[in-house]
């Protein structure tokens, strides 16, 4: 059986035109990084999204920042802006799979930020040693 259980999420946002704090103050949020990218004038921010109730964040990340982001891609002063939910695969695993409900992915696409799925191969120690 799936579950939607992400150790971390992160909104990247690449080929940002704007300033910092007017950035974060059409979002509605506070970045974690703001650094510039090769393109002169051009910046990547990244903000990070609570794991705790992973939907019920997702679904708050839409309402409150979804239609500035949505703007901001249509003029351009976006130039990408990805979802990025990290799960771990232990490393002796066999199968994995995580199932996004269809309500949260439609909106976050709904605002033309793509959905991707970072899987990251972790050492799980044996508390039997």
């Known amino acids: 059986m799936s579950s939607f259980e992400p150790f971390a999420i992160a909104l990247r946002l690449s080929g940002a035109t704007l300033e910092q704090y007017a950035l974060e103050t059409a979002l509605k949020q506070l970045t974690v990084r703001y650094e510039p990218e090769d393109a002169q004038g051009s910046f990547y921010a990244q903000v990070e999204i609570p794991v705790e109730q992973p939907v019920r964040a997702i679904l708050e990340l839409a309402e409150r920042s979804g239609p500035a982001i949505a703007a901001m891609l249509e003029d351009r002063r976006l130039g990408r802006a990805v979802l990025d939910m990290a799960f771990d695969y232990p ?4 199968a994995m799979s995580a199932r996004l409900p269809a309500h949260a992915a439609a909106a ?4 033309g930020i793509d959905i991707e799925f970072s899987v990251y191969l972790t050492d799980v120690e044996d508390d039997e040693e």
């Not at 490393?91 to 066999?94: L, Q, R, T, V």
């Not at 976050?108 to 605002?111: M, V």
């Open 91 to 94: 490393a002796e695993g066999e």
């Open 108 to 111: 976050i696409a709904a605002y």
